[in-house]
Each structure stands twice: as structure tokens, then as C-alpha cells.
């Protein structure tokens, strides 16, 4: 079993230096000795995402899912590959679950929301940030793109509220003055984790 962790983590190291596809053949030499971890699949799949195999990327995921369906991050994770590969209405399906998963977590708000924003779902956007924001005030990037959304919606006197919030809270990311057409929305981030990341890099914690 040691020497499958390191094929793990030796896979991991040359995703983490940009190298794909010999990531995904270390990953799929784990997969054929244990077909059971969903964090292979889960690695893999993103490997996969890397490279726009949407295809290849979609299935690992649904495996992972398969192997651990209480996860509320793969489903979002999947839900970003069907949104890149433009199959929007099975996108907004893992988020929604993502979100009905996970309703106290702010960043499943902020990522459905983004995905909303672009898809043109406005009002839908707008709830979904202020959700998030109810659950985090601090979040900076939810109260730049809420603004974003609000100037598009034609509401620019709260946009410029929630920009000055944003500098506010991140004055290096979004403290430059720069008029609205000038701004752009940024892709929500998880908060960092409490504790030390296990060696295997991951954003989900398999028990």
C-alpha cells in the first residue's frame, strides 16, 4: 500500500509542475491496482480538466461521486466540467446539489452564483451572492462580483457599495480605481483550511 501512496503522490508532483499527461498515466497505473479510492478518480479527473478532455474529465468525477456521494466538492467539481464542456443544464443540476449539500457553506453560493452570472441568470446571481455574503460578510471577491452583477442589472449605486466593501476587505486584489466597465469578475475561492492539507493535494477530506 506504501508504494501505492507514493505512485499518488509521485502522479500529484508532476500535475503540480504542469506535466498532465504522465500524471494521468501514474494515476491510471494506481487505478488498475485499486479501483476503489475516489480520490484517484477525482485527481485524475482534474488532470483531465487540465487538458480539455471534458469527456474523460466528466467520467472520473462520476466515478468519484459513485465511490463517495456524500461529497458536495466533487459534485461541484463536476458541475464545472459540464459547465466548460457547455452542457449548462447538468452544470446547474451538481451545483444545485452541491448547494443543498452543503447550505451553510458560502462558497457553494458564490461558485453557483458565478456560473449563473455567466450563463445571464442576473437575478439569480445576485441571490446567490448575497446568500453567500449573508453567510460570510468578508468574503471580498463575493462583494466584487455581486457589484458586477448589480451594475449589470443597471443597480450601480449598490455595485459601488459593494466594490468599496471588496477594496475594503482586499485593498491588493481590489483596491486599484478603476471604473466599472474597466472591472471584472473573479472565480470564487474556498476559505483555507483550519488544519495542514494531507500529503496527497486534495480540497476533499476522504475518511
Known sequence: MQDF???LETASSYCQKGDFK????LYSQYITQDNQNPIAFYQRGKAYFKIKDYQAAQSDLSKAIKLKPESAELFAERGLIYYMAKQEEKAMLDFNT???MEPENPFRYASRAFIKDHLGDLEGA???YQK???LDPEDAISHNNL???LGKMGNHRKAEQHYKDAEKLDPKNFGMSKSEEQKADVAPQPKPEPVPMPEIKSSIAFS
Open 5 to 7: 501512496n507514493i505512485l
Open 22 to 25: 504522465q500524471g494521468i498515466h
Open 98 to 100: 452541491a448547494v443543498e
Open 126 to 128: 445576485k441571490k446567490d
Open 132 to 134: 453567500a455574503l449573508e
Open 147 to 149: 457589484g458586477l452583477v
